[in-house]
């Protein structure tokens, strides 16, 4: 009996030996991606994690420690925009219930902010990958120990928009000038959210101060199926620029009905619906001559990944990817070198690791800001060098890439900087604004 026990012992031992030294075979890294799964920005989310985890697993997986581990994507419908309850409801369940080990996505800002608190409360790795709102990384700064989980995948901040925007505004003010040699008169229609609230004060304070007259600013809901009335009085104003920021389904409406009306004004600003190839079928090709800052437009390379991820993207989606599909780079480009680095899924050491990095994505190079304080944002570093985003128009059919071509973001102290994308064209003004 002591033989044959003594005999099992050291199979036993000899057992757990060969189990630690073996790859930890049927674990995974679980990542929650999490999104308004029945829209194009919650699918594009889906599509790019998918995309991510599907080119990773297929090297071997991440290498956490000695021990290698693949990717578990763990799809969860927020339905956030039509329900912030049920959005936050989602992250709860993808953290108790699937328990996740990071998470990614979320596009409606006021769903984001309830959706951020639940991962913070779990000390949970969230890169929110949709919504713009400053107070989102501003919180980071403010309770540093609390929200050092969250992080700005995609676009960059609100105000950062805005101000890319400005640029574009610039831009296309510039070619009416020459064209046509009249003042600049600018209608501003925003969407009625919260994302947007901050854009409308900035650009209603800055445009006049670029010697632009602001006419009026109107603000339908983003759901808004008919535009008429806020068309109407735009025409009547003299407006020849309307500056929109939308990310709802009014992007579609109002662009169909202003041209249908051939309101002689050109659209600048941020329209999430006309980013999508789908948006000339939508609006029956009204929506031509449509500007619109975006994150990916075919033929424009940032830098050399943007052209191997279009070309992966288009040929796996048969679409171009919107900028919520940058699930792909928050997983590919920022957890998974940071997780190797540490060789671990320790949050804190993953944040550490990921906050002192600089690193390329598709789209730019991502750096994370700091505060007045000194105190790590998490907020995107913009301009050039860093992320620019394109500025994009709908030319006959064709979405295609006018900004930056031969930006000079800084004129006075570096009039010999000039920064342009390869395949770049100009803008164009809609031929009744000649009439």
Request: hydrophobic content about 40%.
């Amino acid at each position: 009996m002591k033989k044959r026990t003594f005999g099992w012992n050291v199979m036993l031992i000899a057992c757990l030996i060969m189990a630690i030294s073996l790859p930890a075979w049927g674990k995974t890294i679980k990542i929650g991606v999490i999104g308004p799964m029945q829209s194009l920005e919650g699918r594009d989310h889906w599509n790019g994690a998918t995309m991510a985890a599907d080119e990773i697993n297929a090297e071997g997986g991440v290498k956490v420690g000695k021990v290698k581990m693949k990717i578990e994507l763990i799809k969860c419908d927020s339905n956030e925009d039509k329900n912030i309850t049920d959005a936050a409801n989602a992250m709860e369940r993808l953290i108790t219930n699937d328990r996740v080990d990071l998470i990614v996505g979320g596009f409606r800002t006021e769903a984001v902010f309830p959706m951020q608190d639940i991962a913070m409360d779990y000390k949970k790795i969230f890169i929110g990958c949709g919504a713009a709102t400053d107070e989102l990384c501003n919180r980071v700064g403010k309770d540093y120990k609390r929200y050092k989980y969250f992080f700005r995948g995609t676009p960059f901040k609100s105000s950062y928009l805005a101000k890319t925007s400005i640029m574009h505004l610039i831009a296309c003010a510039g070619v009416i000038k020459k064209e046509l040699d009249v003042p600049i008169k600018v209608a501003l229609v925003a969407e009625k959210l919260s994302w947007t609230e901050g854009m409308v004060k900035l650009i209603q304070g800055y445009v006049p101060k670029l010697g632009y007259e602001l006419v009026g600013t109107w603000q339908p809901s983003a759901r808004a199926t008919d535009v008429t009335a806020e068309l109407s009085a735009i025409q009547k104003s003299g407006a020849n620029v309307i500056f929109t920021v939308f990310s709802g389904m009014v992007g579609i409406t109002f662009a169909r009905q202003a041209g249908e009306f051939k309101i002689p004004a050109l659209q600048v600003g941020i329209n999430v619906e006309s980013q999508k190839e789908g948006f000339w079928e939508a609006t029956k090709g009204m929506g031509n001559y449509v500007f619109t800052m975006n994150t990916y437009v075919r033929g424009i390379e940032q830098n050399e990944l943007t052209g191997p991820y279009m070309e992966s993207y288009l040929k796996r989606y048969q679409q171009v990817p919107t900028y919520t599909a940058d699930t792909y780079a928050a997983i590919k480009y920022a957890l998974v070198p940071s997780i190797e680095a540490v060789g671990s899924l320790n949050a804190d050491k993953i944040v550490a690791h990921l906050e002192a990095r600089e690193y390329k994505v598709p789209s730019g190079v991502i750096k994370y800001e700091k505060n007045n304080e000194g105190v790590y944002t998490h907020d995107l570093t913009w301009g050039p060098g860093y992320l620019t985003s394109l500025g994009c128009q709908w030319q006959d059919g064709k979405l295609v890439g006018v900004w930056p071509n031969n930006w000079m973001p800084d004129p006075k102290n570096h009039p010999d900087l000039k920064i342009t994308y390869k395949g770049m064209v100009p803008i164009k003004l809609p031929p009744w604004m000649k009439k």
